[in-house]
Every structure is written in C-alpha cells, then in structure tokens.
C-alpha cells in the first residue's frame, strides 16, 4: 500500500509517498481500506514538530479517515467487514489503510455522505461539540462569536451554534470565504484583515458583547474578545492558528467577570469517559439532521499531501481539504 511518511520534521515538503506493507489488524481491531483522510491544522503542526504530541519519526501523518472495513481481528462483534465507517488515530491516516481499534472508530459514514464528507467530520465536530456543549455550556438564545469561522473546527462552530439556537456572529479573513460562512447560518460576518470586529460586535448586540467566544485563531484576535465579550462571558480558548497564544491580562478578566475556559476535544475524553460516550450518542443523531455536515472545498489525492497542508498555511480552504485514495 501506499503511504505518506513524514521521515524528518519540516515544512510540507518533507512528506514522502512510501510503500509499506498492508496491515493486519490485531485482537479488537479493524483494518479499514481509507478512502479519505481529513486534513487538520494540527497535521501541519505535527509535520513540524511544534504540536503537542509528537510521535515518533518516521511517521504518517493524518489523524481522520473514513472507508470501508476490509478486516477483523479476534473479539470484534459490533463491525462487519464491508462497514463504511468514519475513525481516527493519532496520526496514521494518510494512508491506503490503517488499522483502527474498535474504540478509535467514531460511527458509521452516515447515509448519503460522501467519504470526503466522512473524512471531515469528526475532528471538527468534536472540537466544536466539546467547546460549545461541555465547556461552554452555550444555549438557546445566547450571542456566539466564532473566530476564524471559515477553517474547519470554526464553520463546524457556527453550523452547531445555529443549531442551539444561538445567534452567531463569524469572523474569517476573506469577504469570499464569509459569504459561504454566511450560507451556512451565521447571522453576520466580519473580516477582521479589514475591520476592527469589536464595535461591530458592540453595534450587533446593543452594546452588550457577545456571552461566548469561539476561538482557534489566538494572538490579538483573543486579545480584542475581552472587549467584545459581554459581563460573565465565556472566552473558549480552542487554538492558534495566528501563531501565537495570546497573554490575557487578568484585571480585565476580573473587571468584566470572564470565565477564560481551555478546550481539548481529544485529551479531555481519557479523563472522563462520558464525553466519548456522549459524542457516540449525540453524533450520529446531529449527522442524521445534517448538523456540522462538512463543506469540503478542496480534494487533492493522497500523493498531494503536501499542497493540501500548503493550502492550508496559505488560508484558501473553506471548511475542510481532504485527501482521496
Ligand atoms: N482544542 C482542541 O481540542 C482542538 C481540536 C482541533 C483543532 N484545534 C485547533 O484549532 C485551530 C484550527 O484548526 P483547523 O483544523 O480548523 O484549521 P483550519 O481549517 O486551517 O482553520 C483555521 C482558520 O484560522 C484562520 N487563520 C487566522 N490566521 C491564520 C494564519 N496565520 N494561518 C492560518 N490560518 C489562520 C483561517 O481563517 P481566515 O483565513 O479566514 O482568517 C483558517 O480558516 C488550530 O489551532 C488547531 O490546532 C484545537
């Protein structure tokens, strides 16, 4: 089979296309043929070596794939061979196939998706599951700001909040990629290249701010979230695509009684089982109605890897890339 191997930490281009032998899965196991992998932003970080878990070199990126089963290993009752199904491993996705224990399957590729679509889904809707739901705490009725709401985990963020019945307002860097951002619920949009966002978000809601921030953006884009949050708001820190984390001065937290809330959708799962069990219970149901249905603005195959994580850099995808095999 074909794989992607990152043999050395570095810009995309250290990726490789490498022939590895297909393999078998082991007792509690499946094999799964991957059709698509997702791409993700921590992919990039972890070619690079600047992302938390670091594995091991050499290593195939890519931690999201969907496909069909094509094996069982010893004590594996819930799945059948020809299962289309969606999961996940840290990394080792991008890739002909992959072995996938049982409990790193996420749910059946719901009916009418796409494997693009499969491959999309579940990074993001965990992301933004876990930080407007478990963390957040977001309801009905309440003002959400999404930040860089046209990347993945960000439009996965808007498509939720409209679904909760929140009012959403979105910023992204492009007026193009907001129409789409548009499309997909949120009631406003802002391009913070071009305009300051507070006293828009200020005029939006009569003053008061927003009760909860979304962001994976960082930097002063956090920073300037203190003035737009309302009293008692919520500021979910989910990422730095800026580059950098953002240092939030804690007499403005307190003045305006913020709650700065840090969100792991993966990490927060091995230390209370319940959020897993509650994405198992609740996605299929949401996936079923549609929610945090993946746009995928870019399909490249597997040997372009490298110019999928490139165009992520380079902020062209809307939503999601992916890579077929
Ligand atoms: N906490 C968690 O559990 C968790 C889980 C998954 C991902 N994440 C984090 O969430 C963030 C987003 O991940 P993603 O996969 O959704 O990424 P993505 O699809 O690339 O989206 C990120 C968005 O950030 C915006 N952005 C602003 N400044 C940027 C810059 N200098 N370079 C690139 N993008 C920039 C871009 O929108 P504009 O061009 O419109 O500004 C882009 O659409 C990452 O930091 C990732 O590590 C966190």
């Given at each position: 089979?074909?794989?992607?191997?990152?043999?050395?930490?570095?810009?995309?281009?250290?990726?490789?296309?490498?022939?590895?032998?297909?393999?078998?899965?082991?007792?509690?196991?499946?094999?799964?043929?991957?059709?698509?992998?997702?791409?993700?932003?921590?992919?990039?970080?972890?070619?690079?070596?600047?992302?938390?878990?670091k594995p091991e070199l050499p290593f195939v990126p890519g931690i999201e794939a969907s496909g069909e089963i094509e094996a069982i290993g010893d004590g594996v009752t819930d799945w059948k061979i020809g299962d289309h199904v969606i999961a996940g491993k840290r990394p080792g996705c991008f890739a002909e196939y992959a072995t996938f224990a049982v409990s790193q399957i996420g749910m059946r590729l719901p009916v009418g998706w796409s494997f693009a679509e499969g491959a999309a889904?579940?990074?993001?809707?965990?992301?933004?599951?876990?930080?407007?739901?478990?963390?957040?705490?977001?309801?009905?009725?309440?003002?959400?700001?999404?930040?860089?709401?046209?990347?993945?985990?960000?439009?996965?963020?808007?498509?939720?909040?409209?679904?909760?019945?929140?009012?959403?307002?979105?910023t992204g860097g492009s007026d193009e990629k907001l129409a789409i951002v548009r499309d997909q619920g949120a009631e406003a949009t802002i391009n913070y290249t071009t305009t300051d966002f507070v006293p828009v978000v200020k005029e939006l809601t009569g003053g008061r701010g927003v009760d909860v921030v979304f962001d994976p953006v960082g930097g002063d884009i956090l920073e300037k979230s203190v003035r737009a949050a309302a009293f008692g708001g919520r500021l979910l820190v989910i990422g730095f695509t800026s580059g950098s984390p953002t240092a939030l001065r804690s007499n403005h937290i307190l003045i305006k009684c913020l709650s700065v809330i840090g969100v792991r959708a993966g990490e927060a799962g091995k230390y209370d089982k319940s959020i897993p069990e509650d994405y198992a219970r609740q996605f299929p149901r949401l996936a079923a109605l549609g929610v945090m249905r993946p746009h995928v603005s870019h399909r490249l195959p597997l040997e372009r890897a490298a110019d999928a994580m490139r165009l992520l850099l380079d902020r062209k995808v809307v939503g999601k890339a992916v890579l077929e095999m």
């Open positions: 089979m074909r794989a992607m191997v990152c043999e050395e930490l570095g810009d995309p281009s250290v990726l490789k296309i490498v022939e590895q032998p297909v393999p078998r899965p082991g007792p509690g196991e499946v094999l799964v043929r991957i059709r698509a992998a997702g791409l993700n932003f921590p992919d990039v970080l972890t070619v690079a070596g600047g992302y938390q878990h889904f579940q990074v993001a809707a965990r992301t933004a599951y876990h930080a407007l739901v478990h963390r957040g705490q977001l309801k009905k009725g309440e003002t959400l700001l999404v930040h860089g709401a046209t990347g993945g985990v960000g439009l996965a963020a808007v498509q939720l909040g409209v679904h909760l019945g929140a009012r959403v307002i979105a």
